[in-house]
């Protein structure tokens, strides 16, 4: 650990970026304290436990298990210490109909043999589809990724401009996915990834199908307790790096003084730092905590920006287990176009939605009692929707419906807990925008410099992290966006001895 350099550092929010950037800030020798208006870290990926249930509030799964690994093993640590991790095999299954269900296996070669049974000769097609794939993964995490994104010069190099095209940044990738594949069913399996980014298929950069590498070579990561226990392993790995905890701390509004945040006011006392790290939703910040005059942006700013979906959510616990689900489940019965534009178009309520079901109790005997199943559902919705008590009702309805006749069993007589979750909530617990739960689209016009900037403009001491900023929604993601910060505050306040020079 570098020794002190007798700075002080706020960071405001617990989320996966507040604690990747304090951790590392306190690494590069700052005195970090966090707050976090909760009684638990880890933001969207809290939990919540109810009669010896234990539900993942937010996300059920990461991709990109090296960016989690290096985290830790750059502060001398390993993952493995803190948490049993599993990539689940199958990843996932795909719920066409009631007697149509493909598993995605784990080994590439086992799914080349599904592709192939649906069309001929989309196995090698696979294989030319991820090979792009691998470049644009590779390509993204070598030279994008951890960009801060604040100078278009950052991009303006051999390396970057050389893998411009081959990144297939201004192609659709749905456009590109059918030059590989025709099958109605495979296209969903492929196109399921972009699913949270923001936008129909059409509309987001082909550039994406690195996802799918993720997805199908990288594969996906469970830690067994569930999602939080990754929370868990961050916040104990802040606390023996010094970061000081303060949870059930909201913050109320950033006092400002000759261009520098001269008070963090929160619901308790007034707190002063050299260095403030807003890691909340960025436009609470910028538009209800800053004074008047101060914010980064105008208010037409951020009603022009597109926001990803928000999710209806329900959390389940039966009191038996239930045939045919697996951890993962995605109920594509219906087709996906018209739900698409009920959220990115239409921005109105599904008439048939997609949904998924994370059923962490099939791989996990800690998440639920004995003999009993944990569900946790999730429909993709538009961001800004009013819920009501009936539309909740209405959609329940729904999912549970369609749950029981592909388990082929009635099981609502034995649900023992329920709880929905929706947009209102996510305003209401973490002041996210029109209630979003992914963040920003990533569309072309809201990548790299084009998002919200980690500094603020005339504030010289304010910074933003989080799935609002470069590099975008996700767990890994909002881990990195931590790292790209403190990294950039580390750099500026290394070159001002004194002051902080811009
Ligand atoms: C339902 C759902 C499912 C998801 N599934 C997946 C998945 O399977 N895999 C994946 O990789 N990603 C998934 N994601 C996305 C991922 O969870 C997020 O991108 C990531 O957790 C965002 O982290 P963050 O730190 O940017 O923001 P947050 O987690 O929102 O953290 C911000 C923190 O700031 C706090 N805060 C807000 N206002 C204040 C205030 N005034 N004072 C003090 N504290 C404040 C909040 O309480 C919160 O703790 C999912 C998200 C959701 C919602």
Redesign the pocket.
């Known amino acids: 650990m570098t020794p002190r350099n007798n700075r002080k550092a706020i960071v405001?929010?617990?989320?996966?970026?507040?604690?990747s950037a304090a951790i590392s800030l306190a690494h590069a020798g700052f005195e970090v304290t966090i707050?976090?208006?909760?009684d638990q870290?880890?933001?969207?990926?809290?939990v919540w436990r109810h009669k010896g249930f234990s539900f993942d509030?937010?996300?059920?799964?990461?991709?990109m298990p090296e960016v989690i690994e290096q985290f830790f093993q750059r502060f001398g640590r390993s993952i493995h210490d803190y948490i049993s991790l599993q990539r689940l095999n199958p990843s996932y299954q795909v719920i066409f109909d009631k007697e149509e269900v493909i598993k995605i296996p784990a080994g590439y070669k086992d799914l080349k043999a599904v592709f192939e049974a649906i069309e001929k000769g989309s196995s090698t097609q696979l294989d030319n589809f991820i090979q792009q794939a691998a470049f644009k993964y590779e390509a993204a995490m070598k030279t994008y990724i951890s960009k801060p994104g604040i100078h278009v010069k950052e991009y303006l190099n051999r390396e970057v401009l050389s893998s411009l095209f081959r990144m297939d940044m201004f192609g659709a990738f749905s456009t590109h996915a059918r030059k590989y594949f025709h099958s109605k069913k495979l296209l969903r399996i492929i196109e399921f990834p972009v699913l949270?980014l923001g936008e129909a298929p059409e509309h987001i950069p082909a550039m994406y199908s690195l996802m799918n590498y993720a997805d199908i070579i990288k594969g996906t990561w469970y830690p067994r307790g569930g999602?939080h226990e990754l929370c868990k392993a961050m916040t104990a790995l802040a606390e023996e790096s010094g970061v000081t905890l303060r949870l059930n701390?909201?913050?109320?509004a950033f006092n400002v003084k000759e261009n520098l945040i001269s008070g963090v006011v929160?619901d308790k006392e007034e707190l002063h730092a050299d260095v403030i790290v807003a890691?909340?939703?960025y436009r609470?910040t910028d538009q209800e905590?800053l004074p008047q005059g101060c914010s980064n942006y105008s208010s037409r700013y951020w009603d022009k920006r597109q926001m990803a979906p928000s999710?209806l959510?329900y959390f389940v616990g039966v009191k038996r287990k239930l045939p045919g689900l697996i951890h993962h489940n995605l109920f594509f019965e219906h087709d996906f176009a018209p739900h698409a534009a009920s959220i990115y178009k239409n921005k109105t309520w599904p008439e048939e939605p997609l949904f998924y079901i994370c059923c962490p109790s099939k791989t996990d005997d800690t998440v639920a009692p004995q003999g009993m199943e944990n569900l946790f559902f999730?429909i993709p919705t538009a961001p800004g929707l009013q819920d009501t008590p009936e539309i909740r009702e209405y959609f329940y309805e729904k999912v549970i419906a369609a749950t029981e006749a592909f388990c082929k069993t009635s099981f609502r007589q034995d649900i023992i807990v329920q709880r929905s979750y929706a947009c209102s909530d996510?305003v209401q617990?973490?002041?996210?925008f029109k209630g979003n739960?992914?963040?920003l689209a990533n569309t072309l016009r809201q990548t790299a410099i084009l998002k919200p900037s980690i500094r603020h403009k005339k504030i010289r001491n304010l910074f933003y992290?989080?799935?609002?900023t470069v590099p975008g929604?996700?767990?890994?993601?909002?881990i990195i966006?931590?790292q790209v910060v403190a990294g950039h505050i580390t750099k500026t306040y290394k070159h001002a001895q004194h002051e902080v020079a811009f």
């Open positions: 405001a929010g617990a989320g996966f970026a507040g604690l707050l976090e208006k909760h870290t880890g933001g969207r990926a809290r509030m937010g996300p059920s799964w990461y991709w949270f999602m701390t909201e913050v109320k929160t890691a909340m939703d609470h905590l999710c959510l999730l996510f617990d973490y002041n996210a739960a992914y963040g992290t989080g799935q609002l929604p996700g767990v890994p993601p909002a966006s931590g």
